[in-house]
Protein backbone atom coordinates (compact mmCIF):
# COMPACT_ATOMS: atom_id res chain seq x y z
CA UNK A 1 0.00 0.00 0.00
CA UNK A 2 1.67 2.93 -1.25
CA UNK A 3 -0.43 5.56 0.91
CA UNK A 4 -1.92 8.64 -0.81
CA UNK A 5 -0.38 9.73 -3.72
CA UNK A 6 0.27 13.60 -4.29
CA UNK A 7 2.17 14.93 -7.55
CA UNK A 8 3.96 17.37 -7.97
CA UNK A 9 5.57 17.35 -4.52
CA UNK A 10 6.65 21.07 -5.36
CA UNK A 11 5.41 23.63 -8.39
CA UNK A 12 6.04 26.80 -9.09
CA UNK A 13 3.56 28.97 -10.93
CA UNK A 14 4.07 32.92 -12.17
CA UNK A 15 1.21 34.72 -11.49
CA UNK A 16 -1.78 34.73 -13.71
CA UNK A 17 -0.66 30.77 -14.75
CA UNK A 18 -2.70 27.97 -13.94
CA UNK A 19 -1.71 24.92 -11.69
CA UNK A 20 -3.16 21.56 -11.35
CA UNK A 21 -2.68 19.07 -8.68
CA UNK A 22 -3.28 15.99 -8.85
CA UNK A 23 -3.89 12.86 -5.64
CA UNK A 24 -4.21 9.44 -6.26
CA UNK A 25 -6.16 7.71 -3.02
CA UNK A 26 -5.97 4.55 -1.16
CA UNK A 27 -6.98 2.07 -3.24
CA UNK A 28 -10.47 0.88 -2.17
CA UNK A 29 -11.11 4.45 -0.34
CA UNK A 30 -14.46 6.38 -1.33
CA UNK A 31 -13.95 9.51 0.70
CA UNK A 32 -10.83 11.76 -1.27
CA UNK A 33 -10.57 15.22 0.57
CA UNK A 34 -8.43 18.30 -0.38
CA UNK A 35 -7.05 20.79 2.42
CA UNK A 36 -4.75 23.51 2.15
CA UNK A 37 -1.83 24.69 4.73
CA UNK A 38 -0.32 27.89 5.78
CA UNK A 39 1.34 29.35 8.43
CA UNK A 40 -1.27 32.00 8.88
CA UNK A 41 -4.44 30.18 8.11
CA UNK A 42 -3.41 26.54 9.74
CA UNK A 43 -5.00 23.61 7.81
CA UNK A 44 -7.95 24.66 6.01
CA UNK A 45 -10.51 22.39 4.58
CA UNK A 46 -11.50 22.98 0.92
CA UNK A 47 -13.33 19.81 -0.55
CA UNK A 48 -14.72 16.49 -0.53
CA UNK A 49 -16.32 14.15 -2.58
CA UNK A 50 -17.56 10.33 -2.00
CA UNK A 51 -17.78 7.55 -4.54
CA UNK A 52 -16.20 10.76 -7.05
CA UNK A 53 -19.54 12.50 -6.43
CA UNK A 54 -18.87 15.89 -4.79
CA UNK A 55 -20.42 16.41 -1.91
CA UNK A 56 -18.87 19.61 -0.04
CA UNK A 57 -17.07 22.43 -1.37
CA UNK A 58 -17.92 25.13 0.99
CA UNK A 59 -13.91 25.98 1.69
CA UNK A 60 -13.39 26.32 -1.84
CA UNK A 61 -12.47 30.09 -3.10
CA UNK A 62 -15.35 30.63 -5.09
CA UNK A 63 -13.56 31.55 -7.76
CA UNK A 64 -10.28 30.21 -9.80
CA UNK A 65 -10.37 27.20 -7.98
CA UNK A 66 -12.31 24.08 -9.08
CA UNK A 67 -11.64 19.96 -8.04
CA UNK A 68 -12.69 16.93 -10.16
CA UNK A 69 -12.64 13.44 -9.61
CA UNK A 70 -13.18 11.49 -13.06
CA UNK A 71 -12.34 8.00 -11.36
CA UNK A 72 -11.75 6.35 -8.18
CA UNK A 73 -8.07 6.79 -8.61
CA UNK A 74 -7.22 10.22 -9.07
CA UNK A 75 -8.66 13.73 -8.02
CA UNK A 76 -7.43 17.02 -9.14
CA UNK A 77 -7.29 20.63 -7.77
CA UNK A 78 -7.28 23.39 -10.35
CA UNK A 79 -6.22 26.89 -9.52
CA UNK A 80 -7.09 29.37 -12.60
CA UNK A 81 -4.88 32.75 -13.26
CA UNK A 82 -2.55 31.70 -9.56
CA UNK A 83 -2.39 34.43 -7.27
CA UNK A 84 0.85 34.45 -4.95
CA UNK A 85 -1.85 34.03 -1.48
CA UNK A 86 -2.57 30.80 -3.58
CA UNK A 87 0.93 29.68 -2.15
CA UNK A 88 0.77 27.26 0.30
CA UNK A 89 0.81 23.50 0.61
CA UNK A 90 -2.28 21.53 -0.70
CA UNK A 91 -3.11 18.14 1.16
CA UNK A 92 -5.00 15.48 -0.38
CA UNK A 93 -6.81 12.95 1.90
CA UNK A 94 -8.86 9.67 1.28
CA UNK A 95 -10.80 7.24 3.69
CA UNK A 96 -13.53 4.93 4.19
CA UNK A 97 -16.32 6.27 2.77
CA UNK A 98 -17.58 5.76 6.66
CA UNK A 99 -14.84 6.23 8.38
CA UNK A 100 -13.11 9.32 10.59
CA UNK A 101 -9.77 8.62 10.11
CA UNK A 102 -8.61 10.22 7.28
CA UNK A 103 -5.03 9.38 5.40
CA UNK A 104 -3.06 12.40 4.06
CA UNK A 105 -0.94 12.57 1.06
CA UNK A 106 2.44 14.65 1.69
CA UNK A 107 0.86 17.68 -0.20
CA UNK A 108 2.03 19.72 -3.06
CA UNK A 109 3.83 22.75 -2.01
CA UNK A 110 3.13 25.58 -4.63
CA UNK A 111 5.01 28.88 -5.03
CA UNK A 112 3.69 31.55 -6.93
CA UNK A 113 6.04 34.24 -7.87
CA UNK B 1 -11.97 32.18 14.63
CA UNK B 2 -10.66 28.82 15.08
CA UNK B 3 -12.85 26.09 16.16
CA UNK B 4 -10.03 24.16 18.08
CA UNK B 5 -6.88 25.27 19.07
CA UNK B 6 -3.93 24.03 21.26
CA UNK B 7 -3.37 25.75 24.20
CA UNK B 8 0.60 26.10 23.26
CA UNK B 9 2.21 26.85 20.23
CA UNK B 10 5.28 24.72 21.16
CA UNK B 11 6.92 22.35 23.86
CA UNK B 12 10.25 21.44 24.42
CA UNK B 13 11.26 18.00 26.44
CA UNK B 14 13.45 15.68 27.11
CA UNK B 15 13.82 12.50 25.38
CA UNK B 16 12.21 10.17 28.46
CA UNK B 17 10.04 12.79 29.16
CA UNK B 18 6.45 12.83 29.99
CA UNK B 19 4.48 15.93 28.03
CA UNK B 20 0.84 16.82 27.82
CA UNK B 21 -0.77 18.68 25.04
CA UNK B 22 -4.08 20.53 25.54
CA UNK B 23 -7.16 21.30 23.02
CA UNK B 24 -9.94 23.03 23.41
CA UNK B 25 -12.49 23.11 21.18
CA UNK B 26 -15.97 25.38 20.22
CA UNK B 27 -18.17 22.91 19.19
CA UNK B 28 -20.44 20.12 19.70
CA UNK B 29 -18.79 16.73 18.84
CA UNK B 30 -19.24 13.01 17.54
CA UNK B 31 -15.83 12.56 17.87
CA UNK B 32 -12.97 14.10 18.52
CA UNK B 33 -9.22 12.82 16.75
CA UNK B 34 -5.29 13.84 17.29
CA UNK B 35 -2.72 13.98 14.71
CA UNK B 36 0.75 14.41 14.06
CA UNK B 37 2.54 16.05 11.24
CA UNK B 38 6.20 15.74 10.97
CA UNK B 39 8.07 17.74 8.45
CA UNK B 40 7.68 17.24 5.03
CA UNK B 41 4.65 15.02 5.42
CA UNK B 42 0.77 15.27 5.51
CA UNK B 43 -0.82 14.27 9.02
CA UNK B 44 -1.43 11.11 10.06
CA UNK B 45 -3.88 10.06 13.11
CA UNK B 46 -2.54 9.54 16.59
CA UNK B 47 -5.97 8.17 18.43
CA UNK B 48 -9.99 8.99 17.72
CA UNK B 49 -11.95 9.56 20.62
CA UNK B 50 -15.78 9.22 20.48
CA UNK B 51 -17.82 12.53 22.52
CA UNK B 52 -19.27 9.28 24.65
CA UNK B 53 -15.77 8.05 25.89
CA UNK B 54 -13.51 9.54 28.20
CA UNK B 55 -10.00 7.88 28.04
CA UNK B 56 -8.19 6.28 25.34
CA UNK B 57 -5.16 4.57 24.80
CA UNK B 58 -2.72 3.75 21.96
CA UNK B 59 0.87 2.69 23.07
CA UNK B 60 2.45 5.54 24.58
CA UNK B 61 -0.07 7.57 23.60
CA UNK B 62 -3.15 8.54 25.67
CA UNK B 63 -6.18 11.08 25.04
CA UNK B 64 -8.59 12.47 27.68
CA UNK B 65 -11.82 13.89 26.71
CA UNK B 66 -14.20 16.43 28.44
CA UNK B 67 -17.20 17.23 26.37
CA UNK B 68 -18.66 19.75 29.60
CA UNK B 69 -15.72 21.60 29.37
CA UNK B 70 -15.07 20.84 25.57
CA UNK B 71 -11.74 19.99 25.97
CA UNK B 72 -8.89 17.21 25.00
CA UNK B 73 -5.45 16.51 26.15
CA UNK B 74 -3.18 13.89 24.22
CA UNK B 75 -0.32 12.98 26.56
CA UNK B 76 2.91 10.99 25.82
CA UNK B 77 4.95 9.04 27.61
CA UNK B 78 8.87 8.17 27.66
CA UNK B 79 9.37 10.41 24.86
CA UNK B 80 11.17 9.98 21.87
CA UNK B 81 13.35 11.97 19.79
CA UNK B 82 11.26 10.26 16.78
CA UNK B 83 7.50 11.88 18.42
CA UNK B 84 9.60 15.88 17.26
CA UNK B 85 6.59 16.79 15.43
CA UNK B 86 3.25 19.58 15.62
CA UNK B 87 0.51 17.99 17.27
CA UNK B 88 -3.28 18.92 16.27
CA UNK B 89 -6.70 18.02 17.67
CA UNK B 90 -9.45 17.92 15.09
CA UNK B 91 -13.14 17.77 16.61
CA UNK B 92 -15.90 16.87 13.95
CA UNK B 93 -19.95 16.75 14.61
CA UNK B 94 -19.52 15.30 10.90
CA UNK B 95 -18.03 12.36 10.20
CA UNK B 96 -15.77 13.37 7.01
CA UNK B 97 -15.52 17.25 7.93
CA UNK B 98 -12.05 17.71 10.43
CA UNK B 99 -11.64 21.45 11.79
CA UNK B 100 -7.84 21.09 12.92
CA UNK B 101 -6.21 23.42 15.78
CA UNK B 102 -3.39 25.60 15.31
CA UNK B 103 -1.25 22.79 16.21
CA UNK B 104 1.68 22.40 19.08
CA UNK B 105 4.78 22.12 17.53
CA UNK B 106 6.97 19.35 20.12
CA UNK B 107 10.13 18.92 20.13
CA UNK B 108 11.66 16.04 22.05
CA UNK B 109 15.43 16.87 22.53
CA UNK B 110 18.23 13.30 22.56
Known amino acids: NAGVIQTPRHKVTGKGQEATLWCEPI?????VFWYRQTIVQGLEFLTYFRNQAPIDDSGMPKERFSAQMPNQSHSTLKIQSTQPQDSAVYLC???????????FGPGTRLTVL | SQLAEENSWALSVHEGESVTVNCSYK?????LQWYRQKSGKGPAQLIL?????REKRNGRLRATLDTSSQSSSLSITATRCEDTAVYFC??????????FGTGTSLLVDP
Open chain 1, 27 to 31: SGHSA
Open chain 2, 49 to 53: IRSNE
Open chain 2, 27 to 31: TSITA
Open chain 1, 93 to 103: ASSLVDGYEQY
Open chain 2, 90 to 99: APSNMGYKLT
